[in-house]
């Protein structure tokens, strides 16, 4: 019976499509995945969304202006097949974590300070180094809608719209003067978003942010019990201090303690009093653990499912790869 479902995976290993035999019933083929840990591979080929029947196919070039759009399509999309695409991707995180310099540099109270000034050198360097990085980022958003071939999906993905997001406070300050407009500061925020386009650089955080989605069952419960608990603990702490600890003069704080507590951040800023409220805290202590770990080990069990699951696909690559060369 489970012939069929072995020479399913064994072609997925030749070929890298993993279907499901029509005379196989899914009672039987989908265990038969799952014993082989390949479910994730499995709702991968036939989620509608990514499955290739959905896809708009890339156009064979045919001329030497085509071939050169596949070929920088390739270094933007898969950076580390190739050493201009490591390069490439050696740069954009360079102006990443240099436009996030910048920005906590500018923070300091001596340097502000000194950018009041726009003709000192400070100023000067700070100024030409924002204006680099910027204009990489914009090249990069106006490269990737020059040569992929679907652009309305390009510009439907959220990824497009945080990178847009991210350059629009430069051009936004070119024509508006913003220390006048003190409202307008807020928007400079927008440039610590420039970290999360390391989540699309990195296939590793890309798994974290997939775990994280397809996880949301658990957390929502986790969401749930945290609230139920906060709730009922900072209440019944309120009680239990009342009349017996200045720093707890309403139910509010009581909630504050609750969520330090149970988050075992533990600031030290409200702390129980009487012996009452310390025998609660060291029980309400030991049960927020507990209502803890429970979802973060569902969690923690779909992190590995998900990254078996890719080492799968990158073990099959590298072996197609190398036999192909």
């Not at 920005?103 to 000067?124: G, H, K």
């Given at each position: 019976v489970f012939l069929p479902c072995v020479e399913s995976i064994f072609d997925f290993y030749l070929y890298g499509k993993l279907y499901q035999p029509?005379?196989?019933?899914?009672?039987?083929?989908?265990?038969?995945v799952e014993f082989f840990r390949m479910m994730v591979v499995f709702e991968e080929a036939n989620d509608p969304e990514t499955s290739e029947a959905n896809t708009t196919p890339v156009p064979v070039a045919t001329n030497r202006l085509g071939r050169i759009r596949q070929n920088m399509l390739n270094v933007l999309e898969n950076p580390s097949a190739s050493k201009i695409g490591r390069i490439y991707g050696w740069c954009d995180l360079f102006c990443?974590?240099?436009?996030?310099?910048?920005?906590?540099?500018?923070?300091?109270?001596?340097?502000?300070?000194?950018?009041?000034?726009?003709?000192?050198?400070?100023?000067?360097?700070?100024?030409?180094?924002?204006?680099?990085?910027?204009?990489?980022f914009t090249?990069?958003?106006?490269?990737?809608?020059?040569?992929?071939?679907?652009?309305?999906?390009?510009?439907?993905?959220?990824?497009?719209?945080?990178?847009?997001?991210?350059?629009?406070?430069?051009?936004?300050?070119?024509?508006?003067?913003?220390?006048?407009?003190?409202?307008?500061?807020?928007?400079?925020?927008?440039?610590?978003?420039?970290?999360?386009k390391l989540i699309k650089k990195n296939k590793r955080l890309l798994l974290i942010a997939t775990v994280l989605s397809q996880?949301?069952?658990?957390?929502?419960?986790?969401?749930?019990v945290w609230s139920m608990c906060v709730l009922v603990a900072g209440t019944t702490f309120y009680y239990i201090e009342n009349g017996h600890n200045d720093s707890v003069p309403s139910g509010v704080e009581g909630l504050w303690w609750a969520v330090v507590t149970m988050s075992t951040v533990g600031y030290g800023d409200i702390y129980p009093n009487t012996w009452i409220g310390?025998?609660?805290?060291?029980?309400?202590?030991?049960?927020?653990?507990?209502f803890l770990a429970l979802p973060l080990t569902v969690i923690?069990?779909?992190?590995?499912?998900?990254?078996?699951?890719?080492?799968?696909?990158?073990t099959k690559s590298k072996s197609a790869h190398n036999e192909s060369t």
């Open positions: 029509a005379t196989l019933p899914s009672e039987v083929f989908l265990p038969c990443i974590f240099l436009s996030i310099v910048l920005m906590m540099f500018e923070t300091d109270p001596r340097v502000a300070l000194i950018l009041e000034d726009r003709t000192s050198t400070v100023f000067l360097v700070c100024y030409v180094l924002e204006t680099i990085t910027v204009i990489y090249f990069d958003i106006i490269l990737r809608f020059s040569v992929t071939y679907e652009k309305l999906r390009f510009m439907k993905h959220p990824a497009t719209w945080l990178d847009i997001f991210t350059v629009a406070p430069y051009y936004l300050e070119l024509f508006i003067d913003v220390n006048k407009m003190k409202s307008l500061k807020v928007f400079r925020i927008a440039r610590i978003a420039r970290v999360l996880s949301i069952s658990e957390l929502s419960m986790l969401i749930i310390k025998v609660f805290a060291t029980v309400f202590f030991y049960i927020s653990m507990v923690v069990g779909a992190f590995s499912k998900q990254y078996e699951s890719k080492n799968v696909l990158g």
